[in-house]
């Protein structure tokens, strides 16, 4: 009944990154730049794969699939904090906030199992290399993609679901930059242990499967290459931007969701938060392109190209 009479949380305020102007300028110009570096690079790898046949392939395809989402990934969350920083309330409603985390979990779950379909992708280049073109087919792949955005949003429905029926009745300040599960859920004012039990039982699921694919994949990947004649180098350096990749979000990944409670720091939270949901995003096309050669030579095609349309 107490909860009942009092007054239901129609938005919130979020905290963000508070301090003198001149350090809030110095972080919005940071993360501005962030933002544009991660969009532009995510967008030219996007045309590259559109525009080159030699990148028309599997890896590639699913390639564009993850800068897509990187692209949407990042701009779920920056534009509203690079906003924030010259509002002077810094609300935003309750519905705004679970579509804003709606669609940062959704991404994050998506990128799990895509991640887990471009190392399955690796296993069968590697290990059944002459069955390549058959096994991966262009339906395959399309089946695969369609299914890794299928399975992150629909798991993504069911946690927002549970959230979304809590109560809120203040506080309603959020110590984040923007609408995360465990800054929400700290704000409830009713019972959250069955959408806490939701939460965690749909990220195992999400994350353990994906990930168990990937690991078994790259497992029978570094079976194969060991017993290799030839080869071993061309094979591991065409696996090392993926793993490198797959070692970053999981490890944030995991982090984020291990830490104890009773340790929990937002301060920390918000600083972890930056790097996988502004950081890693930036960084990732780089660990792709600069170590792949067929994109290496799209990106100078591309630039001779422009070049001669300058002159």
Not at 154 to 179: D, E
Request: aromatic fraction near 14%.
């Amino acid at each position: 009944m107490e909860v009942e009479n009092q007054t239901q949380v129609t938005k919130f305020i979020l905290v963000g990154f508070p301090g003198n102007w001149g350090m809030r300028v110095a972080v919005f110009l940071m993360f501005l730049m962030a933002y544009i570096l991660t969009v532009a690079e995510n967008v030219v790898i996007i045309l590259l794969v559109q525009q080159n046949w030699p990148l028309h392939k599997p890896m590639y395809f699913f390639l564009a699939n993850l800068s897509f989402l990187e692209t949407w990934y990042i701009s779920v969350t920056v534009p509203k904090l690079l906003f924030s920083f010259w509002s002077v309330s810094n609300s935003i409603s309750f519905t705004h906030c679970m579509i804003q985390l709606y669609f940062f979990i959704a991404l994050m779950c998506t990128e799990c199992v895509l991640l887990a379909a471009m190392a399955y992708d690796h296993y069968v280049a590697i290990c059944r290399p002459l069955h390549y073109p058959t096994i991966m087919s262009h339906g395959l792949c399309f089946r695969l993609s369609v299914g890794s955005w299928a399975i992150g949003f629909g798991i993504s429905l069911g946690k927002i679901y549970f959230i979304s029926r809590l109560s809120f009745c203040g506080p309603n300040v959020i110590n984040h930059f923007f609408c995360d599960i465990s800054p929400v859920l700290n704000l409830s004012c009713t019972d959250m242990s069955v959408a806490e039990l939701v939460d965690f039982i749909l990220a195992l699921v999400i994350f353990l499967l994906p990930l168990s694919i990937t690991v078994l994949s790259y497992g029978c990947i570094l079976a194969t290459v060991l017993h290799m004649p030839t080869g071993k180098q061309k094979a591991f350096s065409t696996c090392a931007s993926h793993l490198v990749v797959v070692t970053i979000f999981y490890s944030a990944t995991i982090f984020m969701y291990a830490r104890l409670r009773a340790i929990h720091a937002f301060d920390m939270n918000k600083v972890i938060s930056i790097f996988y949901a502004i950081v890693t995003p930036a960084f990732n096309p780089f660990i792709y392109c600069l170590r792949n050669r067929e994109v290496k030579e799209a990106l100078k095609k591309l630039a001779y190209c422009q070049a001669v349309q300058l002159d």
